[in-house]
């Protein structure tokens, strides 16, 4: 019940997957919320085979009560987490004027809205660790062809910083990571590359604390 795990939200084959990794070779138990059974089943098996202990849950980012429900399941089996990390985004390419309100909507629930329900879910259950967003350049530099991603990207930011603060006297350390390039197969874009920058920051003191960090 009180051994030290990660939440991983929007876990998936690619990064999602190298970050669990990241953490789990230290902290041996990881849990997974993702939309697909099929792919969590996959996951699942891979990081068994690498000694890691695997809690899965399906659940969609945009229905913010099963969401809700799932992150109060796992604080009741396995206590607080050590580690979150809120990895949940849609990415569809849709430009601003014609983007339905309906679905700019559902996936600011995805994009931002998730993030904020996990936080303030687990972080009051929390005396120590991190919490970290995938967060992207996006934030920085929006992309009229990915309307509603560059939005949730700048509220993801927003919330980090704004949120940030009132974590700081429990000892947990929230932020954003803005990952400004695209996801490669090696070089500095791979996804272990990049997972070692969140297992990085879980370790840094806290005077090196910042409630942003941008992955070039």
Sequence with gaps: MNEAYVLIVGAGPGLGLAI????????????????????????????????????????????????EAATEEILAD????????????????????????????????????????VTSTVAPKMTEGTILYTGGGFAMYPSADYASLSAGKAALKNLAESAAGDLLDRGVHLAVIN??????????????????????????????????????
Aim: hydrophobic fraction near 40%; charge should be neutral.
């Design 78 to 117: 396995w206590g607080a987490p050590r580690v979150v990390v809120y990895h949940g985004a849609t990415v569809v390419s849709r430009r601003p004027l014609a983007l339905p309100s309906s679905e700019f909507a559902r996936e600011l629930v995805v994009n931002v809205v998730g993030a904020h329900l």
């Design 179 to 216: 990952i400004c390039g695209f996801v490669e197969p090696t070089g500095n874009f791979s996804v272990e590359q990049i997972a070692k920058k969140y297992g990085e920051i879980h370790l840094q003191g806290r005077d090196e604390w910042k409630f942003e960090y941008n992955y070039v």
């Design 20 to 67: 669990a990794r990241e953490f789990g070779r230290d902290i041996k138990k990881v849990a997974l919320f993702a939309r697909s059974e099929e792919n969590l089943s996959s996951l699942a098996k891979s990081l068994n085979s690498e000694g890691i202990e695997v809690k899965t849950k399906s659940v969609d980012a945009a229905d913010l009560v099963a969401l």
